[in-house]
């Protein structure tokens, strides 16, 4: 069962997805009385960010990224990005948070789009998947050292980024940008150009 505050809703920019999401006016600590918890994630899942949008909507136009491989979406949030991955033709996708709450909704949400997402991966990947995930220094240290130790294990590494302080492009080469609609109440603005970048 969903839980309160959100909706399934179809997302405009990746209209092939439909995930459970608060409305579009709901502010990120709407659901906790606007007051921020150190012992309780923010619920990020229940937005999908520029990062994993853009991912999904490249996953999406170029299926030939994740077909017959096995994927990882790391920090996945509301799952946006394993769900266009498993829709794109990918063998195996799995999808992991640090927040419980977070991998409980990217299942609902593959659900919701008949598809099944993996707790964890069976097998090294052969695809990382990371969106919007260098939006703090410390967030930002541990994803570089997770995603550069998965390079240099074969896999190939796409994140999502709309230009988050912390971004280490100097890592990445971009592949992809786009205009992506994103909600005002959390981003200060309607849309944000948000590129998806390969690991070098």
Same mark, same amino acid.
């Not at 920019?13 to 995930?19: A, D, M, R, Y």
């Not at 927040?99 to 609902?108: L, Q, T």
């Given at each position: 069962? *969903? ?15 439909? $995930?459970?999401?608060? &409305?579009?006016?709901?502010g990120l600590f709407d659901a906790t009385d606007g007051e921020f918890h150190s012992d309780e994630p923010p619920p990020f899942w229940a937005f999908a960010w ?10 999406? @136009? ?10 990882? &979406? ?50 090294? *990947? @052969?695809? $990382?998947?990371?969106? &919007?995930?260098? =939006? ?24 999502? &980024? ?5 971004? *280490? ?8 940008? =786009? ?22």
């Amino acid at each position: 069962m *969903p839980p309160p505050l959100t909706a399934l809703r179809p997302l405009p920019f990746v209209p092939e997805i439909s $995930l459970y999401l608060a &409305d579009s006016s709901a502010g990120l600590f709407d659901a906790t009385d606007g007051e921020f918890h150190s012992d309780e994630p923010p619920p990020f899942w229940a937005f999908a960010w520029a990062g994993g949008q853009a991912l999904a909507r490249y996953l999406l @136009d170029h299926p030939e990224t994740v077909a017959g491989r096995v994927v990882h &979406d790391l920090a996945t949030g509301s799952g946006i990005a394993a769900i266009a991955a498993a829709r794109a033709g990918a063998a195996e996708v799995a999808a992991t948070d640090l927040d419980p709450a977070a991998e409980a909704a990217a299942g609902r949400n593959a659900a919701a789009n008949q598809l099944t997402l993996r707790a964890r991966p069976s097998a090294r *990947p @052969d695809v $990382l998947l990371a969106g &919007d995930v260098f =939006y703090s220094p410390t967030v930002a240290a541990e994803m570089t050292r997770r995603l550069r130790a998965a390079r240099r294990e074969s896999a190939q590494v796409l994140v999502g &980024d709309p230009g988050r302080g912390y971004f *280490p492009e100097r890592l990445f080469e971009r592949v992809a940008e =786009y205009v992506v609609p994103v909600p005002a109440v959390l981003e200060e603005t309607e849309t944000l150009v948000t590129a998806v970048w390969r690991m070098r």
